[in-house]
């Protein structure tokens, strides 16, 4: 007995099924095969080839030694020409996750929110007894890591506005001569590297990079921050080169 041929797929039914598969990923912070093809309700080969095709046009990429998808540089330089952080930070987390458990620190992601700088993601090291979520929290921008990278690398119009503000002195540490901040601005243009050791909070120190999108500019700062026995001068210079080797690959990932 003949089989009857299978009806063509309805008209925009695939485009339908990738921007599905596109939204689960980036609202998971990634997804793999089976998550996909149970969510769009298909066979797992049909998934399977959905985002193969998708990660041959770089909207998807295969996570490091797994078999799960994130959003590829394609879709990331689509959402980074207009940032709306709450896509990309899903998109970034398991880097910032890797990043945390690497260097056993408090990893966050910041970005300017007029005079001060907003924690906008943050991973923890699974290892650490003392978490605070400091996501959604808004932070001086002239004593803490984050906020000197993104003074540093602002346009002159908006450092300035900011340094015309009283600067506080919240600890012993705290640098309020705005001359001194300038100079300390200007060697994190040249390094790419900012530190806040201990001049926000006593005992806790920070280290950040920038995070860039296609036309170079600073849209976001990742940081890692923890107390001096994870973040000392023992073991800073290993944290510096892992915090800007993934702040590096965020960018890249963003067209920069």
């Given at each position: ?129 003392v ?87 600073t ?16 073991n ?21």
């Amino acid at each position: 007995m003949a089989q009857t041929a299978p009806s063509p797929a309805e008209p925009g039914t695939s485009v339908r099924r990738a921007l599905a598969a596109l939204r689960l990923v980036a609202e998971q912070g990634g997804a793999n095969v089976t998550e996909v093809a149970l969510q769009l309700g298909v066979h797992k080969s049909t998934a399977s080839r959905l985002m193969a095709t998708l990660a041959e046009e770089r909207f998807l990429e295969r996570e490091p030694g797994g078999h799960r998808y994130c959003l590829g540089s394609d879709a990331l330089c689509l959402a980074g020409s207009a940032p709306t952080w709450a896509t990309l930070s899903r998109a970034v987390r398991p880097a910032l996750q890797a990043l945390a458990e690497t260097t056993r620190t408090t990893i966050n992601l910041a970005v300017v929110s007029g005079n001060q700088v907003m924690h906008v993601d943050q991973a923890d090291d699974p290892r650490s007894k003392v978490k605070i979520n400091w996501v959604g929290k808004l932070a001086p921008a002239h004593c803490t890591s984050v906020g000197k990278i993104l003074l540093a690398f602002s346009t002159p119009d908006v450092r300035d506005r900011i340094l015309a503000q009283p600067l506080a002195s919240y600890t012993p540490n705290t640098v309020t001569d705005v001359r001194r901040l300038r100079e300390e601005l200007g060697r994190v243009r040249s390094t790419g590297i900012a530190h806040s050791m201990g001049e926000y909070e006593v005992g806790l120190n920070g280290v950040a990079a920038p995070i860039r999108r296609t036309d170079g500019s600073t849209i976001a700062a990742l940081c890692a921050s923890g107390l001096p026995s994870s973040l000392g001068e023992r073991n800073l210079r290993k944290v510096e080169s892992a915090v800007r080797s993934t702040a590096d690959r965020i960018s890249h990932r963003l067209g920069a």
